[in-house]
Nanobody, 125 residues
């Protein structure tokens, strides 16, 4: 059974930080691409960041570049998203996703096969 379980969401004031965690199990453990996505109420799901777990390399959406950082810890089958300098517009449900059998990664949600249940991030003024 494939599972992606996120944790670490919460409520912070603008300028604050959070660290999201995603623990993978089953087939998701060997995924080449791990991505973080978010969806705000009334908006489409958008890609935030991804990394290629074997070749390395990270990519960020312009809206979070310089503020968010994606990382992995192989020993724990974990991927993290560090959120810094949070803004009101970062408020959303954040999802971890995995894509297997891929030579390249993307921020396109439909390219990802496995999804976590999501965690809420709320930024207030």
């Amino acid at each position: 059974q494939v599972q992606l379980v996120e944790s670490g969401g919460g409520s912070v004031t603008a300028g604050g930080s959070l660290r999201l965690s995603c623990l993978a199990s089953g087939a998701a453990v060997n995924s080449e691409c791990m991505g973080w996505f978010r969806q705000a109420p009334g908006k489409e799901r958008e890609g935030v960041a991804y990394m290629h777990t074997r070749r390395g390399g990270e990519y960020y959406a312009d809206s979070v570049k310089g503020r968010f950082a994606i990382s992995q810890e192989h020993a724990k089958n974990a991927v993290y998203l560090e959120l810094n300098s949070l803004k009101l517009e970062d408020t959303a449900m954040y999802y971890c996703a995995a894509r297997t059998g891929a030579n390249w990664c993307s921020l396109v949600p439909t390219h990802y096969t496995y999804w976590g249940q999501g965690v809420q991030v709320t930024v207030s003024s």
